[in-house]
């Protein structure tokens, strides 16, 4: 044991010895610098033990993708990118070392329960995890359908025009319509199948259905769909490994292959970039390409700028965080307007920072399709300031904290919650804060909640009553 302590104590003054070595030889700006340590201890810390702290390792990915990324390659490696003035920049450093400090010690502190161990009752379990998984079935065939028929729309049209007329296009077709909003039921219904805890086995044919999916949303311009599913997969592998280590849920060849893959997933990404907005990419070579890779996907952390530097002028009347009431069942509920698609409206009335920054900076480039995407470390600063980011951070380590922890088998409504918010907590270095509320409010989402919980209590209760009856007979 002490011989593993030793070995784990060398890794970390190696890797911590690495990065200030390149601190002082490239003359890096030291608030980035101790931010970037401090991400990467968080790393370390995520790594030693992944089956309880997958879900920390997930979102530092993308923490690092989308905030960290671009900067590393010009802090250490004098990559050109925009130039902003030092007040900006120190902004935005100091928003990232707040976000990964309070992060890391809202971890320490809500992470420390360990996973479940009781188990749950069998016969119901059986059957609410059939029902999860028919109706996962189902909504697939609707979901690769949608895929396909956004593929064939900017096949037709153009990427950006996805962004632009889409959403009317769908709502002047009824059918197409249908099918986008069962889509929606697709990820709910196999976040409630996971948490049934099916066997590595069960898994394996809903999992390469997933797979299929994940690819085909490539064809749609999508390539967070992609990026997202396969961490969604990776938390719920890791988990399953912590949970059921002699299922061998996550093997070490299975590692060494995912290790390996990341820089040919870069290049390929770079490429795909490109390829949907169509560029040329005969000059491409596999390094430029991970760097293109890091260069374009941390575009986010120029979001945090860009929010700082026009924050006069961003609509202030609205609350960012609570965008979630602006669509969904609560804006209905509410009479609040629900606004689709690059518009004026969306911007300045819509609840939306993506679309409110985006209109602020682009203005007819933003009507044209393009924008500027969100962060919820952006919109936490401009609803509150540095308040709002360590407290919107607190929450959030509170959330990933909790993906990991269960106290029983039998919650299972509460862990199909967990499982389906992932994706969407990962997204928040680029997206909105409350994105996750949006998506669990959405009435497609509510309605398949329900669906499924429902018909397998029905279906429960009527087993019981005949075993009732078959016993006092």
């Known amino acids: 044991m002490l011989q593993v302590n030793r070995k784990v104590l060398l890794v970390f003054l190696i890797i911590n010895s690495t990065i200030i070595l390149g601190w002082l030889a490239a003359k890096a700006d030291s608030l980035f610098v101790i931010a970037f340590l401090v991400w990467t201890n968080m790393l370390f ?19 690092f993708v989308f905030l960290i990324g671009r900067e590393f390659l010009q802090q250490f490696f004098s990559y050109q990118v925009e130039p902003f003035d030092k007040e900006v920049l120190v902004h935005s450093n100091m928003c990232l070392l707040i976000s990964l400090l309070v992060l890391f010690a809202g971890y320490l502190l809500f992470g420390r329960k360990t996973v479940l161990v009781a188990d749950t009752a069998a016969g ?11 109706i996962y079935y189902l909504t697939w065939v609707f979901a690769v359908a949608s ?8 096949s037709d049209n153009s990427y950006w025009a996805y962004y632009t007329d889409y959403s009317e296009y769908l709502a002047g077709n009824m059918l197409l319509y249908v099918i986008s909003k069962i889509e ?17 086995k069960q898994f394996r044919i809903p999992c390469c259905l997933y797979m299929i999916y994940l690819v085909v949303s490539l064809g749609s311009g999508q390539r967070s769909i992609f990026m997202l599913g396969i961490l969604f997969l990776a938390v719920y592998l890791l988990l399953r490994n912590g949970m059921n ?3 061998m849920w996550v093997k070490k060849s299975y590692i060494i292959i995912c290790i390996m893959s990341v820089p040919f997933l870069a290049v390929f990404f770079s490429w795909y970039s490109m390829w949907r907005t169509g560029e040329a990419s005969s000059g491409m070579t596999f390094f430029s390409g991970i760097e293109d890779f890091l ?3 941390g575009v986010s952390v120029n979001t945090i700028k860009r ?8 609509p202030a009347d609205q609350t960012y965080i609570l965008e979630f009431l602006h669509s969904g069942i609560l804006a209905r509920i509410l009479g609040i307007t629900v606004y689709h698609g690059n518009t004026i409206e969306h911007a300045l009335y819509g609840g939306s920072f993506t679309h409110s920054l985006g209109y602020v900076v682009l203005g007819g480039n933003y009507l044209a399709g393009q924008g500027t995407g969100s962060s919820y470390i952006a919109e936490l600063y401009q609803d509150f ?14 959330i990933i904290a909790r993906i990991n922890q269960f106290k029983n088998k039998k919650d299972i409504f509460g862990m199909s919650v967990k499982f389906y918010i992932i994706t969407q907590i990962l997204w928040a270095p680029r997206g909105s804060c409350t994105g996750f509320i949006s998506n669990l409010l959405a009435p497609s989402t509510i309605f398949c909640f329900i669906a499924i919980f429902g018909i397998a209590n029905i279906v429960s209760s009527v087993n019981l009553g005949g075993q009732e009856i078959a016993e006092l007979e």
């Not at 929010?307 to 961003?314: D, G, L, T, V």
């Open 147 to 154: 895929k396909v028929i956004t593929a064939k729309y900017i």
């Open 385 to 398: 300031g540095y308040v709002g980011v360590m407290l919107g951070n607190l929450v959030y380590a509170f």
């Open 307 to 314: 929010a700082f530097m026009y924050q006069e002028s961003i």
């Open 124 to 134: 119901q379990n059986n059957i609410l995890q059939k029902t999860s998984l028919y």
């Open 45 to 63: 810390f995520s790594l030693c033990n992944l089956g309880k702290r997958s879900m920390l390792f997930a979102f530092l990915i993308t923490f």
């Open 295 to 297: 260069y374009n996907q």
């Open 245 to 247: 280590p002699e299922e």
């Open 184 to 200: 929606v039921m697709m990820p709910a219904a196999l976040s409630i199948y996971l948490a049934c805890m099916p066997s590595k």
